[in-house]
């Protein structure tokens, strides 16, 4: 997803922190569906931010799951706002967009058993996290 995006907008810098171990469990999921949620959730970092602003893409590993960060220091969402761009179709007063990613992201995220959560200052950025539970082996 990165790595498409970067060529896409090749006027952003989008930045992988990858702090995974190589020897990582699993995701038990859709492919497909995943990589559109980090697809959406940079896109929307992007967007959301000035041309040479970094968008952050962090990878951690913990014991039971996986947190996956996207970062930017873009517009922001207003603090009375943030609970309801995961509910969808939500207009914001100002500013663009209805939330439809973010909404979409989260339903997806759902149905993989995770969690997706938003840290946002408006004027600053927003942070979106995701916490996967990790599958060890399937032999298990």
Known sequence: AVSKLQKTHSDKQIKLNNMLSEAQGLIIGDHKKLVQVFE????????????????????????????????????????????????????????????VNLFLSNNIIKQHNGILTINSKQNKGTKVTIKLPKVKSLTN
């Open 40 to 99: 959406k959730l940079i896109e929307n970092g992007i967007s959301h931010s000035e041309s040479q602003e970094i968008v952050y893409v962090d990878l951690e590993e913990k014991n039971s799951h996986y947190l996956i960060s996207i970062t930017d220091n873009g517009h922001g969402i207003r603090e009375k706002d943030v609970n309801f761009v995961l509910e969808g179709f939500y207009k914001k007063v100002e500013g663009k967009g209805f939330g």
